[in-house]
Structure formats: structure tokens, C-alpha cells
């Protein structure tokens, strides 16, 4: 087991790590079963940090086929306490617009079907984890003061609703998420958050919006090439951050 300061999820668009030097390759298969695809740790930034593409570094998983579980036991087992998730999302709130970066501090849970436990087989312990808060929020603290050092423009809060995907949704499914209170929409933001709270890593989410969500802002068709785009924008400082996140 390694010394890993950071452990990073890459969502869609996001698939390796830029500036990850030494790199070593880990794919390994858990009581959960095999993850979506190798875990690459190396050195950024002087620390050593782990990156794993949630999709699979081809984009072959779709959400609801990921193994979260698997995922996240992999990393613990490699040595990772702290997981910083990238969620590639539309933008329902006004200020949450396409290539807006933010760090949700609420979600909604509108998946179904999906293993969301570590209960799940028969003889586990049963485990009622505390989730009023879904991200960790020392986590998050230290995600916004590092955003905060670097220069970069981050949202702090906002709703995160994860939906089961892999179709976008419908201009009336996202009238009642503004309702419920959602800002943002994605697609793999649960169960992967309670799972790490059940596994007792500390977990935030870092949403880069891809796009509008429908019936939102300018309610243009949205494209996979637009969402990529401007993923690629909003991600532009996503290295100072994690330097100064690394830094302390």
C-alpha cells in the first residue's frame, strides 16, 4: 500500500491526469469485482496521487454500469484516504452555467437499480452512515481555499441531482429537480457518494458543467462535442488547483 495524498475520479472528458509524472499502473480486482478500468498513480506536484477515469479511459462504462463499489475499494486498498470526484454536469441554477466550475455541498438521489451499499451480500455488517452532509467538509474547505490560492473561479455549494442516465433528461424531469432544489445535474454523483462515506473516505466533488440542462439558459440541443469543449475550458485550471490543494 502506498502513500497516496490524493485520489482522483475522472468523469466524462476527463480520462488521464495532465502532468502525472513516474507513472505506475495498478488495475486491481476486489471483493466487489474488477473497476472501470486501471488506476494510474504517479507524482504531481511533489505528492503522490492516484487517478482513476470513472467511464473507463475509452468512455465504454455508461453511469449506471460503473462498479462504484469496486472503484472505491480499489483505491482505499491502494492507499488513498481522500478522493476528490470531477463530475462532468448541465447547469440548472443561473449562476451555474457551462464551463463554471463549483463544489456542491448537497445532492439528491434520483438513481435506481444501482448497488448504492457495501450491505449488499448476505452476512455483511449492516451500516447506517450518517449522510446528512454528503461531502466531507474539511474536503471541501481545503478544495476552496486552494481555489481560492490558484486564482481559479469556484462555486462554493449547490445541489447536486444525480440521475440515472445514460439519456439526458427531459425539460420536465428538470423543472421538478429546480423544484426539489437541484443546481446541478449529472449522472454519477450516487451512489458513489454514500459508498465513500460508508468506506470512511473523506470525498468531495468538484463539477465542471459541461452544458445547460434542459429547458435552462439558452435550452440549445446540447451536443457531446459542446460538452467536451467546454470541459476543456473549465478544466483549464484545474492543475493550479490541485497544486495548491496538494501544497496545503
Known amino acids: 500500500m502506498q502513500d497516496i495524498a490524493l485520489a482522483i475520479i475522472g468523469g466524462t472528458g476527463l480520462y488521464a491526469l495532465a502532468d502525472l509524472q513516474d507513472v505506475e499502473t495498478h488495475q486491481p480486482v476486489t471483493r466487489y469485482g474488477a473497476l472501470s478500468g486501471p ?17 473507463g479511459e475509452g468512455h465504454s462504462v455508461p453511469p449506471h454500469r460503473i462498479n462504484y463499489r469496486a472503484n472505491l475499494a480499489a483505491l482505499q486498498a491502494l492507499g488513498a484516504r481522500r478522493v476528490l470526484a470531477l463530475n462532468t454536469v448541465g447547469g440548472i441554477g443561473d449562476a451555474f452555467g457551462p ?31 450518517d449522510f446528512g452532509e454528503p461531502y466531507t467538509a474539511t474536503l471541501r474547505v481545503d478544495i476552496l481555499d486552494a481555489a481560492r490560492k490558484a ?12 440521475t440515472q442516465g445514460p439519456r439526458l433528461e ?10 426539489d432544489g437541484c443546481d446541478l445535474v449529472g449522472m454519477t454523483g450516487m451512489p458513489e457518494a ?9 470525498y468531495a ?9 434542459a429547458g435552462c439558459g439558452d435550452d ?14 473549465a ?14
Do not use: K
Open 220 to 233: 440549445a440541443a446540447i451536443t457531446i462535442a459542446e460538452v467536451i469543449a467546454n470541459v476543456d475550458v
Open 194 to 202: 454514500a459508498l465513500a462515506r460508508e468506506l470512511g473516505l473523506d
Open 235 to 248: 478544466t483549464g485550471g484545474l492543475s493550479p488547483l490541485l497544486e495548491a490543494l496538494l501544497a496545503g
Open 99 to 129: 464551463r463554471v466550475l463549483a463544489c456542491p455541498d448537497q445532492l439528491i438521489d434520483y438513481t435506481w437499480g444501482r448497488i448504492s451499499t457495501l450491505c449488499e451480500e448476505e452476512g455483511t455488517d449492516v451500516l447506517h452512515v
Open 39 to 55: 488506476v494510474r498513480i504517479g507524482t504531481f506536484a511533489g505528492r503522490r496521487v492516484a487517478f482513476l477515469a470513472r467511464h
Open 151 to 162: 486564482g481559479v473561479a469556484l462555486v462554493d455549494g449547490g445541489c447536486y441531482g444525480a
Open 205 to 213: 466533488c468538484l463539477a465542471i458543467v459541461g452544458n445547460w440542462a
Open 170 to 179: 427531459t425539460r420536465a424531469e428538470i423543472t421538478r429537480m429546480r423544484r
